[in-house]
């Protein structure tokens, strides 16, 4: 089986899903992009120009996506993001196609009428649609009367498994996410600064990157507790697991406090809960699904330091709680994301469409 996939290859999750499935076997891995990234061996790369850096690129480079095709001929071709690469594997009119929709471009994308166009036009040419989350396909079905399949985004609950965490003498609440305002990380160092003043053995650990980082640092330096936060920078779980394994068994919290309700999913939550985690999440989006107030962790409002400071000084105070929800994290995780399971779900998808077009 022949699979074409269209996607940002920049991402972390796109790269999962093209080694997940190159390692099947009997699949052979094809993939349209835009960026490099990490680059597989055993994968075929097809490499996009960008002709004028917006979002016109995926009607010019329609053409150059229907040659592809002509000269791979997959068996199914998959895009993920809806307004962009679904978009433009759309427009080559080959069958049978998937499009994936992530988040933004179900929730955000539509408020403007030509990006509304452009998704209905590519769910009408789809003869498959997914989603990873239940909200997601909620919002998907504003659009167009298919059925969508929810096929969540998981983990590989073999490496992302966990560590023993008893008797530790600092407590350290760490987050993963990119620095750029909607991921609520001033929030996170404004509530860790408010449990500084009572507690001394808590450090903050932030792994990600982004536009926000020096804003982020000089807001920690001006509540005073540069001094007990870690910005370790961005870390490629694909290219460098070891490393980003290592800093979620530092852990001993987890936080992800999105703001906004295009964060369908929260995959660092997923797998933060598979490593044994507690999880402090904002009600927002579909975190609720990946978090289940007070057994896996705690739900928090959107930009409310105070009240995260006080979900979290639960957690810092009881370390029996925190290892019950830890345990509950993993217990839900192995139920309802284990990735094994979700790339399985998608395979027999690819299947039943492959054979209802011959």
């Known amino acids: 089986m022949t699979i074409l996939l269209l996607g940002e290859n920049g ?18 891995m094809h993939v349209i992009t835009y960026e490099r990234g990490v680059m597989y061996d055993d994968v075929t790369y097809h490499f996009l120009k960008p002709v004028t850096n917006t979002k016109l690129d995926y009607v010019l480079n329609a053409s150059r996506v229907k040659a592809i095709i002509r000269i791979v001929k997959p068996d199914l071709v998959h895009a993920h993001y809806a ?40 769910f009408r040419k789809a003869d498959g649609l997914s989603v990873l989350s239940r909200i997601t396909r909620e919002e998907m079905k504003k659009y167009t009367d298919k059925e969508v399949r929810l096929i969540p985004f998981g983990v590989a609950t073999e490496k992302f498994n966990e560590c023993d965490r008893t008797n530790r003498t600092i407590v350290r609440v760490g987050t993963v996410r990119t620095l750029t305002e909607k991921y609520g990380i001033e929030y996170l160092i404004r509530a860790f600064s408010i449990l500084r003043k009572k507690y001394q053995h808590i450090h903050l650990d932030i792994v990600g990157d982004g536009p926000q980082r020096g804003f982020l640092e000089s807001l920690a330096k001006e509540l005073a507790v540069s001094d007990h936060i870690t910005f370790h920078g961005y870390v490629n779980q694909n290219s460098d697991f070891e490393k980003y394994k290592s800093l979620l068994d530092s852990f001993d919290i987890f936080t992800i406090l999105s703001i906004i309700d295009s964060e369908t999913f929260g995959v660092a939550s997923v797998e933060a809960s598979a490593c044994g985690l507690p999880v402090v999440a904002t009600k927002v ?35 029996a709680l925190r290892h019950r929800m830890g345990r509950e994290g993993r217990e839900y995780v192995l139920a309802n994301y284990d990735w094994k399971k979700n790339v399985d779900q998608m395979i027999e998808f690819y299947r039943s469409l492959i054979s209802k077009q011959s």
């Open 285 to 319: 989006g579909g975190l609720p699904e990946v978090v289940s107030d007070h057994h896996t962790g705690l739900l928090v409002p959107p930009k409310d330091p105070e009240a995260t400071a006080a979900a979290l000084e639960k957690l810092i105070v009881d370390e």
């Open 11 to 28: 991402s972390v999750h796109i790269q999962k899903w093209i080694r997940a499935l190159a390692d099947r076997p009997g699949i052979k």
């Open 83 to 122: 307004t962009s690469y679904g978009f433009m594997a759309a427009q080559s009119n080959f069958h049978p196609l998937i499009i994936t929709g992530w988040g933004a471009d179900i929730f955000d994308s539509p408020r403007q009428w030509v990006m509304r166009q452009m998704l209905q036009y590519s």
